[in-house]
């Protein structure tokens, strides 16, 4: 059964980082590219970054590049997304997902077959 759990998430200042994980279970991290998405309320899902597990080729949203990084530990099948000089239009619930190959080429959510619950990122004091 394929899990994905993120965790991380809080109460942060603008300004502030913080650093969201995604632990997968079910499926072996090598074989598919790992995308992490936000919503916020009354917004479509959005794609934030992307990277594939084979040779850790990433991909940004235009939103979040230069801020953000994502990264992936195979072994602990775990891939992570650090999120610095955040600002309160980060504000939204952070997801995880599994796309259909190991190639990061956009964010279309029907390319992605398995989500997490989510993990809220809230930005302000």
């Known amino acids: 059964q394929v899990q994905l759990v993120e965790s991380g998430g809080g109460l942060v200042q603008p300004g502030g980082s913080l650093r969201l994980s995604c632990v997968v279970s079910g499926f072996s991290l090598g074989y598919f590219a790992i995308g992490w998405f936000r919503q916020a309320p009354g917004t479509e899902r959005e794609g934030v970054s992307c990277i594939s597990t084979q040779d850790g080729t990433t991909s940004y949203g235009p939103s979040v590049k230069g801020r953000f990084t994502i990264s992936r530990d195979n072994a602990k099948s775990t891939v992570y997304l650090q999120m610095n000089s955040l600002k309160p239009e980060d504000t939204a619930v952070y997801y995880c997902?599994?796309?259909?190959?190991?190639?990061?080429?956009?964010?279309?959510?029907?390319?992605?077959?398995?989500w997490g619950q989510g993990t809220q990122v809230t930005v302000g004091s």
């Open positions: 997902a599994v796309r259909r190959s190991n190639y990061c080429s956009g964010y279309e959510p029907s390319d992605y077959t398995h």
